[in-house]
């Protein structure tokens, strides 16, 4: 089997006070998912893209705001990318905190809906490595870690997956997931 590679990252504020205009209703996880084979060849065009549309900064969609002339156009080169893009898509009105307590703090939040999108990658790609932002403090991505790798990453004759964080700056693929997540929301 092929290797693919899942680079994920959100959009979306937590928080369930959702008349307050800085909590956002939807939170949004989306994978840019590409075969190893392809990985090389897209991570530099998504450099170009980046050096077109971004110099030497970091692509983030709340850098492009509601200019959406410039949006289109970053969007019409990420669709000549050759990859594939999963969007979890979390109406979080539908999650109310007395339905799930759990999910009103904010680290079991995170964890379930990473949990959601990272096992149904799993299912659908078995040999597969998922690149995830790194958000948070140190402790909060170690515990993220553990507790992905015990949940996900569940050891199978034919699976062969693994989870890493990397820093958001470091990876224009992740970047290109954060364009995506923040165009969804």
């Known amino acids: 089997m092929k290797r693919v590679y899942a680079f994920i990252d959100e959009s979306g504020a937590f928080g369930w006070n959702l008349e307050n205009p800085s909590v956002s209703r939807f939170f949004i996880l989306t994978a840019v998912i590409v075969e190893e084979t392809e990985l090389e060849v897209l ?12 110099q030497t900064g970091e ?11 410039r949006r289109k ?11 594939k893009f ?19 703090f ?11 999108i990272d096992t ?20 909060f991505i170690q515990s993220f870690t553990e507790y992905m790798k015990k949940k996900v990453i569940i050891p199978e004759l034919f ?12 990876s224009c693929l992740i970047q290109i997931a954060d364009i995506i997540s923040g165009t969804l929301q």
């Open 59 to 69: 692509m983030k969609s709340s850098k492009i705001g509601t200019n959406y002339e």
């Open 159 to 170: 699976s062969e997956s693994d989870i890493q964080l990397r820093d958001s700056k470091s």
């Open 73 to 83: 156009k970053i969007l019409d080169e990420i669709s000549k990318l050759n990859c």
């Open 86 to 104: 999963f969007p979890l898509i979390c109406d979080k009105e539908m999650l109310l905190k007395e339905n799930y307590p759990g999910l009103q």
């Open 120 to 139: 149904e990658l799993v299912k659908a790609f078995p040999v597969i490595t998922i690149v995830s932002d790194s958000t948070g403090s140190n402790d």
């Open 43 to 54: 991570t530099n065009e998504a450099k170009k893209i980046k050096e077109k549309f971004f």
């Open 106 to 116: 904010k680290q079991p939040f995170y964890k379930f809906l990473n949990n959601i």
